[in-house]
């Protein structure tokens, strides 16, 4: 049944594997491109974290807080029940821990010098209801704060492109498989010559290589007939 179908089946597996090595592929460039996506947008931690750090060192009130994260389009959470339901429910995108330094000038009886402050900080990014929310924590006190420039990653655009190749090589093996119908047939066809049916017509209007193959044993066939009626008139 395979042998006889061989090219049937050839042309299947070759979909099959294709099929299968672009799901692959855009796969794994979905994982790296949405990698790619978390780590730049966590890198605005860095503005947070030193307009908190500001405010904790100066002792600044909530105002004015707000007043600066507003500028980057940032919004303190305060609402304790949000607060839980996105710790509890929200998706951690990325977390690090580390520390900070800043070097401050101070003076005593004798003189100016310079003394290296260390704050352990650590950032987590969270996605909750397709907001990204910033959890900044610090030895002193922590702060959760939206992003309401920021989104989710979103995988739509690259959805498209995968249905389409997807679409493009099924379509490109069912017209194969569509140009394979006659070649099947034909095999049918020899198959009931072989038999003794002298009178089967292999003769086709097709134009292309199956055609013109068709058209040839047509040719023969005809021959044959002729021979062999030539013969059995003696």
Same mark, same amino acid.
């Given at each position: 049944?395979?042998?006889?179908?061989?090219?049937?089946?050839? =042309?299947?597996?070759?979909?099959?594997?294709?099929?299968? /090595?672009?799901?692959?592929?855009?796969?794994?460039?979905?994982?790296?491109?949405?990698?790619?996506?978390?780590?730049?947008?966590?890198?605005?931690?860095?503005?947070?974290?030193?307009?908190?750090?500001e405010?904790?060192?100066?002792?600044?009130?909530?105002?004015?807080?707000?007043?600066?994260?507003?500028?980057?389009?940032?919004? =303190?959470?305060?609402?304790?029940? %949000?607060?839980?339901?996105?710790?509890?429910?929200?998706?951690?995108?990325?977390?690090?821990?580390?520390?900070?330094?800043?070097?401050?000038?101070?003076?005593?009886?004798?003189? %100016?010098y310079?003394?290296?402050?260390?704050?352990?900080?650590?950032?987590?990014?969270?996605?909750?209801?397709?907001?990204?929310?910033?959890?900044?924590?610090?030895? /002193?006190?922590?702060? %959760?704060?939206?992003?309401?420039?920021?989104?989710?990653?979103?995988?739509?655009?690259?959805?498209?492109?995968?249905?389409?190749?997807?679409?493009?090589?099924? %379509?490109?093996?069912?017209?194969?498989l569509?140009?394979?119908?006659?070649?099947i047939?034909?095999?049918?066809?020899?198959?009931?010559?072989?038999?003794?049916?002298?009178?089967?017509?292999?003769?086709?209007?097709?134009?292309?290589?199956?055609?013109?193959?068709?058209?040839?044993?047509?040719?023969?066939?005809?021959?044959?007939?002729?021979?062999?009626?030539?013969?059995?008139?003696f």
């Amino acid at each position: 049944m395979i042998k006889r179908h061989a090219v049937l089946f050839t =042309v299947l597996f070759a979909l099959v594997v294709s099929l299968t /090595s672009l799901s692959a592929i855009f796969w794994e460039f979905y994982k790296l491109n949405k990698e790619q996506y978390i780590n730049h947008i966590f890198t605005k931690y860095s503005v947070i974290t030193q307009i908190y750090r500001e405010h904790q060192q100066r002792q600044s009130s909530e105002i004015m807080l707000e007043a600066n994260l507003a500028v980057y389009n940032l919004e =303190v959470t305060k609402d304790e029940k %949000l607060k839980k339901e996105i710790f509890e429910k929200g998706k951690v995108l990325k977390r690090e821990g580390f520390k900070s330094f800043k070097t401050s000038l101070l003076i005593n009886d004798k003189g %100016l010098y310079t003394k290296n402050i260390v704050t352990n900080l650590r950032a987590t990014m969270i996605q909750y209801k397709r907001n990204i929310y910033f959890h900044i924590e610090t030895p /002193s006190g922590d702060i %959760l704060i939206k992003d309401n420039d920021l989104k989710p990653y979103s995988y739509i655009n690259l959805l498209y492109s995968y249905i389409t190749i997807f679409m493009i090589i099924s %379509l490109s093996f069912i017209l194969i498989l569509q140009r394979l119908r006659p070649l099947i047939r034909l095999r049918k066809k020899i198959e009931l010559y072989g038999n003794g049916n002298m009178d089967i017509s292999f003769k086709t209007n097709r134009e292309d290589e199956i055609g013109a193959v068709a058209n040839e044993l047509e040719n023969a066939r005809q021959k044959i007939n002729t021979v062999l009626e030539s013969v059995h008139s003696f």
